[in-house]
C-alpha cells in the first residue's frame, strides 16, 4: 500500500542566494554568490521528504515533454518517488525562480503545464491503495480545482485521509472554492499569513508553520504549541514542505498532535541547511536526533 499520495506541482526551481537580489532594469548585470538548479513545487518537494521519511510515497502532476520536464521526473524519482502518475502534456513544464535571503524569498513562477493537472489524472483505482492524499500549491492548479471536491470525497469514501497545504494565492483573493472545501479535510496546512487571510474554523485540524518560532495545532477547543528547532540556516525554499512531510510520516505512523508537530518543526528546520527544497531534507533519525 502506498502510504502517502502528493498531488500538485512539479516544475524546476531555479535558487539564487546572496548579492545584491533586488533585479535592477535597464540591462544592469547584477551578481550573485550562489545558484541552484533542484526540484521544485510543493507536491514535489513535499513527497520528496515523506520518502525521506520512510513513506511509500507516489506523486500525480502534470509536467511538459521538454528538458525541464525530464529533469524534474528523473530527480524526483531519484528520491524514491513513484511517478508514474506524472502525465506529460504538450505545454512547457513550469519554473520557478527564488531569489533567497535565508528564511526569506521572493518567488517568480510560470506555472506552464502545471495548470493541465485534473482531477481525473487520479484513477479511482489507485485510491484502494492509499492511506493519505495531500493536495498541495491549491491556488495554482487551475485545472485541478473543478474537480477537486469530487475527487476528496472519493478520498474520504475509499478511507482515505485528506490534507491541503494551499500556499500563496497570487490574485489574492483566497476563494476559489477553498472555504467550501475545507470541511472535508481532515488537516489544512498554513502558515501565519495564509492562517491570517482564510477563515479555517470549518477544518477540524489546523496547523500553521510559525518559521523558526515554531507551530500551532488547532483542533475543535484545543491549541497545541511547538517551539521551533534551531539550525544554522542556508535557505527556507521548501521548507514548509518538508514540515508537512514531517508531520505526516508521524500521524500516519500513529502519533498524537505534539509528536507529530515536534517531528515536522525538525523536517521543516533541518531541510534549510542547504540551498533548495531536497537537498537537505532529512531521514527519521535525523530529525528525531534533532528533538534530543
Known amino acids: 500500500m502506498t502510504d502517502l499520495l502528493s498531488l500538485g506541482d512539479c516544475n524546476p526551481d531555479l535558487v539564487l542566494i546572496g548579492g545584491d537580489l533586488v533585479p535592477a532594469f535597464g540591462q544592469r548585470e547584477q551578481l550573485v554568490d550562489r545558484a541552484?538548479?533542484?526540484?521544485?513545487g510543493s507536491a514535489a518537494i513535499m513527497a520528496c521528504g515523506a520518502a525521506r521519511l520512510g513513506l511509500e510515497t507516489a506523486l500525480v502532476a502534470a509536467v511538459g515533454s521538454d528538458p525541464h520536464g525530464d529533469y524534474a521526473v528523473?530527480?524526483?524519482?531519484d528520491?524514491?518517488?513513484?511517478?508514474?502518475?506524472?502525465?506529460?502534456?504538450?505545454?512547457p513544464t513550469g519554473l520557478t525562480v527564488i531569489l533567497s535571503r535565508g528564511d526569506d524569498r521572493a518567488i517568480l513562477t510560470s506555472t506552464g503545464a502545471m495548470t493541465a493537472l485534473q482531477a481525473a489524472d487520479?484513477?479511482?483505482g489507485i485510491l484502494s491503495g492509499v492511506r493519505h492524499l495531500h493536495v498541495a500549491s491549491y491556488f495554482l492548479l487551475d485545472g485541478l480545482r473543478p474537480g477537486l471536491p469530487a475527487l476528496v470525497a472519493a478520498a474520504r469514501e475509499a478511507g482515505v485521509t485528506?490534507?491541503?497545504?494551499?500556499?500563496?494565492?497570487?490574485?489574492?483573493?483566497?476563494?476559489?472554492?477553498?472555504p467550501e472545501l475545507l470541511p472535508h479535510l481532515d488537516l489544512l496546512f498554513v502558515n501565519?499569513?495564509?492562517?491570517?487571510?482564510l477563515d479555517t474554523s470549518a477544518c477540524p485540524l489546523v496547523v500553521v508553520k510559525r518559521?523558526?518560532?515554531?507551530?500551532v495545532a488547532h483542533t475543535r477547543g484545543r491549541s497545541v504549541i511547538q517551539a521551533g528547532v534551531r539550525v544554522e540556516s542556508v535557505d527556507a525554499t521548501g521548507a514548509g514542505d518538508s514540515f508537512d512531510a514531517g508531520f505526516l510520516a508521524a500521524w500516519l505512523g500513529g502519533a498524537d498532535i505534539p509528536g507529530a508537530l515536534a517531528l515536522a518543526c525538525a523536517c521543516g528546520a533541518l531541510s534549510t541547511r542547504a540551498l533548495g527544497g531536497t537537498g537537505a531534507q532529512p531521514t527519521r533519525a535525523e530529525a528525531e536526533a534533532a528533538l534530543r
Open 36 to 40: 541552484v538548479l533542484t526540484i521544485g
Open 74 to 77: 528523473g530527480a524526483v524519482a
Open 79 to 91: 528520491r524514491g518517488v513513484d511517478v508514474s502518475g506524472v502525465r506529460r502534456v504538450e505545454a
Open 122 to 124: 487520479v484513477d479511482p
Open 162 to 178: 485528506v490534507s491541503l497545504d494551499p500556499q500563496d494565492d497570487p490574485a489574492g483573493r483566497w476563494r476559489s472554492g477553498l
Open 192 to 197: 501565519e499569513s495564509e492562517s491570517a487571510a
Open 211 to 215: 518559521g523558526p518560532q515554531g507551530a
